[in-house]
């Protein structure tokens, strides 16, 4: 164990240097790196065309099928009909065309009734009348090159012979039919049908044969196509079809090919697309990877910068948190090894809650979440054997909230015994996460599947638990670390030394708790390590115990024995129990901080009451040789527990002391130290010094109140006059 924490120390003086605590971050960054390689590493399979799939095989990633997707397009686009528009001024204009047929010889009519008015009546009293012929002309000339070209001379013919009566009833008639047949749709293959349609209409009706032939004809002509293609329109529609079409994904986890099915060229295609038969490398997956870790030390290193603790301290958390983590990160790809079995859920065998544990008691809390995140993150790439993506996010999510609920249980209780209740906590937070998990996929999952779940959550809690009860020690004993579980051990009052001082030197142990209480209170009111300096004062005078007589404290109705000693073998006494107190600290194996104030707590300080005896007695003396052998204190704690020793031995010399009083001795106590310069090489400021005196003014006033005397204390008292 010492070669272990020589080889440590070197290790942690080492990461003084920039130079090598950058490479400690890059070792660590290649244990990740290494980790989680072949967890990101592209798979690729050896697969043929019309071969039989010896495994269901899924996407790796999401992808998007263009040809598919193409396809899918021209298939909706072909979908898509024609768009024919009915013209409904087609309507009216063949209505008006055959109307203005109509009036024309209606017009040539009334022409010719005015023209007869105008002539003279000849020899036989008539007038004379333009020919058939001669009005047949007149009416051609009244309508277009074109209306004349298309319509036989018969339906001139008949209509230059019929009477304003006769063509207004043809006209009704043959308008009606032609409206009626045009309302509806015509296609060009429908014309034929909807004139035989028109002549059907007209065929029955009333009119003389002459004009119901020119009625027919006429309204045959009439009848033309009304429904043409819309390309604009038909466009838009094949535009809104092509729009709609989602693009076609092979989703991430897809099933491609189940096992034992034909790959066929179709699912061969789908194969390359994923990617699963490319044989060339790439570099994406590695590249995200180096990202990946660069980010989590990016953090950690944060962490250890913006921390406001003494270097050498902050070293030795490094180097803990590299082992610890590369620890979990080593548990971690060793149990995803056995993701060979047929079990989705042997991730959760991992112990998710014994980092959190370790740094928690080791280190502090924010380390602890902060690792603990970082793990989860790194467990869900390292248990993605299975899933579709490069994530298993139900993993992280375990090994998060088991994590958490540890460090929050421990942070209300600190006590190694503790260790075993936050584990079994541990295994009911990762039998409700596996629940959650399970319920929310909302699979099929057999009751011998959930068995196996449970037992899983058990012993990741438990072992958890079990595996940080056995590394603390160890932990502890190789860094040197001091943990709090470690003080609160110390301060059991069942602990031998603890009893030692309380049998041999009763005296010793109550001034011990009364100095705990200033120092810890004193401590606190600073920011310094109140329970290391409540724990330290009840070891700080361990060495009293040799000679314990020899101390006023314990010299309970006896005679002092200094008083029959030359002062100078006196203050050897006195100044060997610092001494002695970090000799029997050290052979018992107590922790570097208890021994520094057993050791330190004196400083280097004067014993004035035997060095002025000294001189008294008109001895050549000098001030060195009544002088504590130090060294001065270094910490905080150790200062505060030399001024609280001072300061309670000081104050229960004094009978029935005033607050004025108090306050006064606690400066000139602090003063003295400084003008001695007791704390020239620790690092208290003067203003944490002025809360010190406040802080320890305000606790001995408590302790040292003033009591009401009862009547019969009294009477004893008067009697005793």
Avoid: W
């Amino acid at each position: 164990m010492e070669r272990l924490q020589q080889y440590l120390v070197a290790i942690r003086n080492t990461l003084d240097i920039a130079f090598f605590r950058v490479l400690f971050f890059v070792l660590i960054g290649i244990v990740l790196y290494v980790a989680m390689y072949n967890n990101v590493k592209p798979e690729k399979l050896n697969l043929s065309l019309f071969t039989v799939a010896d495994r269901t095989i899924r996407s790796p990633s999401t992808v998007e099928d263009q040809q598919s997707t193409e396809k899918k397009r021209r298939e909706a686009q072909d979908q898509v009909q024609d768009v024919y528009i009915v013209k409904k001024e087609y309507t009216q204009n063949r209505v008006d065309l055959i109307t203005s047929i109509f009036d024309s010889a209606l017009e040539l009519n009334d022409e010719i009734k005015l023209n007869e008015k105008k002539q003279t009546p000849g020899p036989n009293g008539k007038v004379s009348e333009p020919t058939v012929p001669e009005k047949v002309e007149m009416l051609k000339k009244k309508l277009t090159s074109t209306v004349t070209k298309d319509l036989s001379d018969m339906v001139f013919t008949a209509l230059a012979r019929a009477s304003d009566d006769e063509l207004s009833i043809a006209q009704d008639l043959t308008v009606t039919a032609i409206n009626t047949v045009m309302t509806k749709r015509i296609p060009a293959d429908e014309v034929e049908n909807a004139k035989k349609r028109v002549e059907e209409e007209l065929k029955y009706s009333a009119l003389s044969d002459n004009l119901k032939s020119v009625a027919i004809e006429l309204g045959r002509y009439a009848v033309v196509q009304n429904e043409f293609y819309d390309p604009t329109a038909t466009e838009e529609l094949r535009q809104k079809a092509l729009d709609s079409v989602e693009p076609v994904k092979i989703l991430q986890g897809q099933i491609i090919v189940e096992e034992g099915k034909l790959i066929d060229r179709e699912i061969f295609r789908q194969l390359k697309l994923v990617g699963l038969l490319d044989n060339n490398s790439t570099m994406k997956p590695f590249v995200g990877l180096a990202i990946f870790v660069s980010i989590i030390l990016a953090s950690v290193y944060y962490y250890f910068y913006q921390l406001k603790i003494q270097p050498e301290k902050r070293q030795t958390y490094l180097l803990l948190f590299g082992m610890i983590f590369s620890l979990g990160i080593g548990l971690m790809k060793i149990i995803s090894k056995l993701q060979i079995f047929d079990f989705a859920g042997i991730g959760y065998l991992f112990p998710a809650a014994l980092i959190g544990i370790l740094l928690k008691i080791l280190v502090e809390e924010k380390l602890a979440i902060l690792s603990s995140i970082l793990l989860a993150v790194c467990g869900s790439v390292l248990f993605n054997e299975g899933v579709s993506s490069a994530l298993n996010f139900s993993e992280g999510i375990y090994i998060l909230f088991s994590a958490l609920a540890v460090i929050l249980f421990l942070s209300h209780n600190s006590q190694r015994s503790k260790i075993l209740q936050a584990g079994l906590l541990a295994s009911l937070v990762n039998l409700a996460t596996i629940g959650s998990l399970l319920f929310l996929a909302n699979g099929q999952t057999s009751g011998t599947s959930y068995a196996l779940y449970f037992v899983t959550a058990l012993v990741s809690g438990i072992g958890s638990a079990v595996l940080a009860i056995g590394l603390l020690p160890f932990l502890e004993g190789s860094f040197g670390i001091l943990s709090t579980m470690k003080l609160i051990e110390l301060s059991n009052p069942n602990h031998p030394l603890l009893k030692k001082i309380l049998t041999e030197a009763p005296g010793t142990y109550h001034h011990s708790v009364m100095v705990a209480n200033l120092a810890e209170s004193a401590c606190e009111a600073i920011g310094a390590n109140g329970l290391l300096a409540r724990v330290g004062c009840y070891y700080h005078d361990i060495g009293k115990t040799k000679r314990p007589n020899f101390f006023i404290e314990n010299q309970m109705n006896r005679d002092n024995p200094h008083d029959k000693l030359p002062p100078e073998k006196s203050k050897n006494i006195i100044i060997a129990h610092a001494i002695d107190g970090a000799t029997i600290l050290k052979k018992y194996g107590m922790p570097k901080e208890i021994v520094d104030i057993a050791e330190q707590h004196h400083g280097t300080s004067l014993l004035k009451y035997f060095y002025h005896k000294a001189k008294q007695s008109g001895a050549e003396v000098k001030e060195e040789e009544y002088r504590y052998p130090g060294p001065k204190a270094q910490t905080k704690e150790s200062a505060v527990v030399g001024i609280a020793d001072s300061v309670e031995a000081a104050v229960r010399s004094m009978s029935q002391p005033k607050p004025e009083q108090i306050e006064q001795l606690v400066k000139n106590i602090i003063a003295d130290r400084l003008q001695d310069d007791q704390l020239i090489e620790c690092d208290l400021t003067l203003k944490e010094l002025d809360i010190v005196s406040e802080t320890l003014c305000e606790t001995v006033k408590g302790i040292f109140h003033s009591r009401i005397e009862y009547p019969e204390i009294i009477r004893q008292k008067v009697r005793q006059a």
